[in-house]
């Protein structure tokens, strides 16, 4: 038995040291073409992240169907058909995904990463109406209600980057896909940030600052069933909800703060008619 332990001890010391030499020899090996960085600091080319970024924002409703069961409904009121058409004043949404990234600076002006982690958020309907009800049967559905979610989130991405002396600019395009808990919900987000920034040291501190834009075109359909309070009981009316992003572009401020060699931290806000706020933990080797 003692053997064995040390059997498998000094096999997994020996995939350990086999894996951390294949790393050390791809980090020396990347980004290719040097030469092309006329001089410039590159970053150091593999990297692991830990990522926040919290969103706000109006949806535009593409379309909402709703199924109302039977209801002990006054007389001489008819039940009705599923899949009915309805509406809503203003439609909100607020989502947190925590992720990981693995990325690789292929190129001097060339990094690619792939990302996975959960969401969790929330949509909001406010000035919910159905057109054509009976007022008998409108004024017992609610004005508003919301719709909570998560699931797991994937995708990828690229991000072509230059510099000169201290200045720096940078586009960021990914796409991610979400598959919710609730029905066959989805959502798509396809985004592109443009940024331009400055690089620099203050006291003992290295990072840079920046400013930029974010582009997103997101959407969602949401389908399940939510309790609506109706004559005092709950009732599970059935939804169907496709809707896209209101604001397309919202303008952002970020820092990031060099820590070592190796270590970096990073803040992100997002403001205008869209917020968000994205926080990073980096390592890279």
Known sequence: MIKTKSTLMAVAAAVACSANT???SLSDSLPLGKSLAAGQE?????GVSANVFFLEQDLVAQSITIDIPPLPLPTGVVQLPPGLPAQSAKL???????????????????NVYGVAGYVDGE??????????????????????FSIAYSGPVYGGGITLAAGYNQYFASVDANYTESDLDIGDSTIEAFVVTP???????????NGSLYVGAMYQDVDEQQNGTVNFPVMGQ???VGYDVISNAEDEWNYLVGANLKAGESWNYGIEVGFSERTHVMATLNYRF
């Open 22 to 24: 294949q790393a050390d």
């Open 92 to 110: 909100e949404s607020r989502a947190t995904s925590t992720t990981a990234k693995l990325d690789a600076w292929l190129l001097p002006f060339l």
């Open 234 to 236: 709950a009732v599970p």
């Open 195 to 205: 940024r331009i920034g400055v690089t620099g040291s203050l006291g003992g501190l």
């Open 123 to 144: 949509t909001s309907a406010s000035g919910f109406s159905v057109a054509g009800l009976p007022p008998a049967l409108a004024s017992l559905l609610p004005n508003s």
């Open 42 to 46: 590159l970053p150091l080319p593999l």
